[in-house]
Structures are given as C-alpha cells and as structure tokens.
C-alpha cells in the first residue's frame, strides 16, 4: 500500500520526512521550496487516492503560485504541529 492511499498516513510520511530534514539542518527556505516542489509534482502526475487529496489537488489546480507556496508551507506547518 502507498503512502498516498491514506490521509494520515500520508501525512506521517511526510512529518517523518520534515523532522529528518530539519535534523539535518535544511533551513527553513528549503523546506517550503521543497514542499512547494513535491505539491507541484503530485499535482502534475499523482491521480489522488482519497479526499483530502482531492481537495488539495482541486485547490492546487485553482490556485495561482503564490496561493501554491501558501498551500505547500500549510501542509509542513499541519505536519510540524501533529509531529
């Protein structure tokens, strides 16, 4: 099964992935950069597999960069706080 076909999974996957890159000392900057990186690659070729995911990706798909960026640091700051 992938991380993708459940929500709270897929958000432990990605607290997990926040927590070893901070540990590693990414700065902050890089974070959200690659978190806008990952959401724009899931929106281009990951078909959502729930509806939280669907809900991102409509949002993603109407937003514009800026309002993408705001999305992307959203996720990580959802994911820091649950972590």
């Given at each position: 099964m992938s991380v993708l076909d459940n929500w709270d999974q897929w958000k432990?996957?990605?607290?997990?992935?926040l927590?070893?890159?901070q540990?590693?000392?990414?700065d902050q900057n890089v974070v959200s950069d690659v978190a806008y990186q990952v959401g724009e690659y899931l929106a281009q070729q990951v078909e959502?597999?729930?509806?939280?995911?669907?809900?991102?990706a409509e949002l993603?798909?109407?937003?514009?960069?800026?309002?993408?960026?705001?999305?992307?640091n959203m996720m990580v700051k959802l994911v820091k706080n649950e972590g």
């Open positions: 432990d996957f990605l607290g997990d992935r927590n070893q890159a540990s590693e000392g990414m959502p597999k729930n509806e939280q995911e669907r809900v991102l993603w798909r109407v937003a514009d960069e800026q309002e993408q960026h705001a999305i992307a």
